[in-house]
């Protein structure tokens, strides 16, 4: 018997030149004194010795044959094997002898694997014969392969797959690449297209079939900051005219109902005509109309009353006026119907206000008037000045009632009485958003600029941005003012110029923890601000300037 791969190689009982192998083809010889039946369904290979070769074993010896070795594995034969696998002639030499001692162990290992592999089914199972017999068929063609000339056809197939991947290559090669994208710091400036190379030869070259790619303009591919800004201001901050028109009708209405009813109910208070104002009639509201002033004007009489400011006053508020009652020597106390609300000979604006509010709260009948004016009005308990929430099918309306000291001549200041808070409550706010809205006119009519329209930009950026919000319209007509005044160009093409200059001057203010109010420098508007809103606020302003379209 023969040992390959530790399995046996036994000559059949009909032909005793034949020896068949239980398994696949290894190098191992061996031999064992019990020889077992074939495989039928794995015996595939087929040995045919020499003449006269015979095998070291008891009773093992090849037929002598005068037949041409071969071997055959699955019925596809083998001619001249490899005398490692089945060629085996010679004496039995002392060499032999010696190193039979030293291969006991492996016959021992070889003996383990024949029974292992001999009984394939039943050590390793249905899924393991499988196994093996797909792995003999495996080396079956490996053998084929190598043994067997190659046809005609494959050489062609492989020169045909050859030429075709150069040509692949050849065409990946000649592929151009398409140009990176600018980073997003440049996107205001236009896009600066390839030039050709200096080391490039002229003239026409063979470089086989290139595809140019599609170039297309930069305009399409991006828009300017001074675009962008265009269509936010137009999509963000252009009040239709119809909602406008809508909101002046009732602030319109409501002042006259207001107006009615306060007559009616103080008739010994001579209030002035109700008149509604605000950034809605000055073209200064961005967004939505939904905020309206409505002052309630209070008739002084001439000559007996004085204006003091507020920083000779014990307050040293240069925010505030205090109104002083004179000449108690020729009209003594009780012949203005204004003097019930003083106090210590000032008008106090804490006692009317107070008066107003419960008015406002309890005695007005606003369901009724609502219903004649086809909306509902509520008065507004959480505010610190008399609110009224006024809400309409088509939008939702705020109108502030203040009372207000108007000025007796041109220059007097125009003075509201605002809750304050210290020795400030007995003084009257001075109100500078008729100033200040009067300039940015002036100053619009004078060049035809886009003042305005940059305090409306400004305005809806931090209405709609949660950081920005604590900077009202007070804080940016400041820096407007002050951008208006020290700058000449207010085209519509510097327009996104002076929006970041003015972002600039928000920030250096912050920084300083100081913003002027420009009629009164010694007003500073940033003063109220703890240190945790100027540092959220210079963060929002500062990541503005480094990317000003995220704030759009």
């Known amino acids: 018997m023969v040992i390959c791969s530790g399995h046996v190689l036994r000559r059949p009982q009909t032909d005793s030149s034949a020896w068949y192998l239980t398994g696949s083809l290894s190098l191992h010889l061996g031999h064992t004194q019990h020889p077992t039946p074939p495989n039928p369904k794995l015996s595939g290979l ?13 009773d093992l010896c090849l037929s002598k044959r005068p037949a041409v070795p071969s071997l055959t594995v699955l019925g596809s034969p083998l001619v001249n094997p490899s005398p490692r696998l089945c060629h085996f002639t010679g004496r039995r030499t002392m060499a032999e002898f010696s190193q039979k001692r030293g291969k006991q162990r492996d016959e021992v290992l070889g003996g383990t694997l024949d029974f292992l592999l001999a009984n394939a089914r039943l050590v390793l199972g249905v899924g393991g014969a499988a196994v093996l017999g797909i792995a003999t068929l495996a080396v079956k063609r490996l053998i084929d392969r190598a043994t067997s000339p190659r046809d005609e056809d494959d050489t062609k197939g492989d020169s045909t797959c050859l030429e075709e991947s150069w040509k692949e290559l050849s065409l990946l090669k000649a592929t151009p690449r398409q140009q990176p994208r600018s980073p997003p710091a440049a996107l205001s400036q236009p896009l600066s297209l390839p030039g050709p190379s200096p080391a490039a030869p002229e003239g026409p070259t063979d470089t086989g079939p290139q595809m140019s790619p599609p170039r297309s303009s930069p305009a399409l591919l991006c828009l300017t900051f001074q675009e962008k800004l265009l269509a936010f201001e137009r ?30 109910k103080f008739p010994e208070l001579p209030f002035g ?14 967004g939505a109309a939904d905020r309206v002033r ?34 108690l020597e020729f009209r003594p106390r009780g012949s203005s119907p204004w003097d ?37 009005i509520r008065p507004s308990v959480a505010s610190e000045e008399p609110l009224l929430e006024v809400q309409h099918e088509r939008l939702a309306l705020s109108v502030a009632v203040l009372l207000a000291v108007p000025g007796a001549a041109a220059g007097d200041p125009v003075l509201l009485a605002w809750p ?26 004078r060049d035809a600029g886009a003042r305005r329209r940059l305090l409306r ?23 407007v003012l002050r951008l208006g005044e020290a700058e000449a160009d207010w085209a519509e093409a510097a327009l996104g110029q002076r929006f970041l200059q003015a972002l600039e001057a928000l920030v250096l203010g912050l920084e300083r923890a100081s913003l002027p109010r420009h009629f009164n420098p010694a007003v500073n508007l940033f003063g109220g601000l703890r240190a945790e809103d100027i540092d959220a606020l210079g963060f929002a302003l500062y990541s503005g300037l480094r990317a000003p379209e995220r704030l759009l």
């Open 46 to 58: 087929r040995a045919e010795p020499e003449p006269g070769a015979w095998w070291p074993g008891k």
């Open 235 to 264: 999509d963000h901050v252009t009040i239709p005219a119809a909602q406008v028109a809508l909101a002046k009708q009732l602030a319109t209405d409501i002042a006259l109902e207001l107006q009615a009813y306060l007559r009616n």
């Open 273 to 286: 005509a109700l008149v509604p104002s605000g950034p809605l009639y000055d073209g200064l509201q961005a």
């Open 294 to 327: 409505l002052l309630v004007p209070l008739a002084l009489e001439r000559g007996l009353w004085d204006l003091v400011p507020g920083l000779d006053t014990v307050a040293r508020d240069p925010r505030c006026w205090a109104v002083r009652r004179t000449q």
């Open 340 to 376: 019930r609300f003083l106090v210590g000979g000032y008008l106090s604006p804490r006692v009317p206000l107070e008066l107003l509010r419960k008015a406002l709260a309890s005695s007005v009948n606003w369901p009724a008037i609502g219903g004649l004016l086809g909306c509902l």
């Open 420 to 445: 304050l808070e210290g020795l400030a409550g007995s003084l009257w706010l001075q109100d500078w958003y008729p100033a200040e809205a009067a300039r940015l006119r002036a100053l619009d009519a």
């Open 457 to 479: 930009l400004l305005c809806g950026v931090c209405r709609g941005h949660p950081a920005l919000a604590r900077l009202d319209q007070c804080h940016l007509s400041q820096v």
